[in-house]
């Protein structure tokens, strides 16, 4: 067991430390006791980062990493970490997976699951008003909506630290540093000697550790292994930035990597009173969002490069996630803070509500838009003929909200659930053809004759109002939806 987890702490460094090496001859050159050729048989397994806002200035980055080494032989690797200004409160620990996530993902992945299903159904419920307002004709047009849904010759360490598997130690990068010296203590290539001095005034962590693959007693071949993991921990200081205080999380890394990285999740918390902005890396596919009834799309994209990005907000302030498959990412993803603003409190309280607040604002502005199309243009639509003054009988339009609604209830719900099931395209067909049918031949059939007008008038009048105000509504709602984040 010993042996497995050394393997997860050269993850660990080796991850975070792509971000600092930026030239990708020092990364493969990084330990002076082995070629480079052994980075063809190391992999990252899995990254897990989840960075915390205490405030607008500190940050505590807690990483989880994984590696696989499918060499026959041990290796000892050194590498450095950038911990950033004044880091403190370091510590790494060896630990499963499970464990990590149940403590610190579990909750977030479950407040993301909680907003990502209440804007769906938010959406849902909003374009729901679309028929109220008598727009199941105009169902082709919004069902895609629906449907997409890191002096002295001898350089002393200001701490260090030893777990079963490793040596870390921790240096400080001053103008009193001499920085030869330090690589040259620290075990490292020479080649990192300029990336480190571009580092004054931060931190770095040195590990030492040794890799131990797995080898098959039976027939002595090299199995590909990865090991329970390593868990760091430390609490980082934004750097002062004219519009907030910035963090880069070292993503970049992965550069340094020959084949692709499985799996990488990296978490943006921040409590009530605190927000941000993230730049993070495009890589593959955007595959954000949720399956109708399922988990995150990017789950049926774990063997192809592909990245999903969701948000939440609400009382507990935001999570922000980025996740990336079969990717090896070269840019760090920059993290800027700053005091939550009114607006922002504003959608984070709608976001808390979105599912009640769209259901008031599909009834009261889908009825609204209706009678007043009735109003304003069914009189011009049908001209002097008509012997009814039907801006005074507006409460005519009433009778189909009535329909619309029960029509909602059944056979909508019935359709829903055709269209949960993954039949999106013909239950939209089949709301377009009840919703618009039922209302058309109930205008043929009573009003357009009450009206006096012909019935191929009437119900050309009638198709066109309709048209404007479930049109009008779609791009109303659309842009609550746009205001509340829901799309």
Known sequence: MRYLKTICYSFLTLLVLSGLL???KAVNTMSPAVGSWLWGYLEEGQQIAVVT????E???????LSIRDKTRESHEINFFVPLGVEARGFYAVEEDVTKFEGEYVASLDSFIERRISNRRMALH????GALLSNGGILAPLWAPALLTSCA????EPSATFKTESSDILIFDINENVDIESLVKEAGLPASVNETIAGLKGQQIAVVKLQTNPQVSPSSGKSKSYENPGIHLSWTATLVPDKDGNTYSYQLGTGASWSKPIELTKVYVVAPPGIDFNVQNPVFGSDQSGYELFG???IDNFRRVPAYAVEDARGDFGRVWRVTYTQSNPSKDIVIKAFQQATTSKFRNSLEQGATSGALLFAILISILFWILSWIFLMPRLLGKESRVNVRGHWYYSLV???INAGLIFFPGSVLYLVFALGLGAPALALVCVIFGGVSILVFTFIHAEKLGVSKTKGLRAFIITSLASSFAYIIVSLTYAKLVGMI
């Open 22 to 24: 930026m030239n990708p």
């Open 53 to 56: 806002l205490q405030d607008t």
């Open 58 to 64: 500190t940050a505590r980055v807690d990483v989880y």
């Open 125 to 128: 419920t909003l374009f729901s």
């Open 152 to 155: 002295p010759a001898t350089v």
């Open 295 to 297: 988990g995150p799309k």
């Open 400 to 402: 189909y909200v009535l």
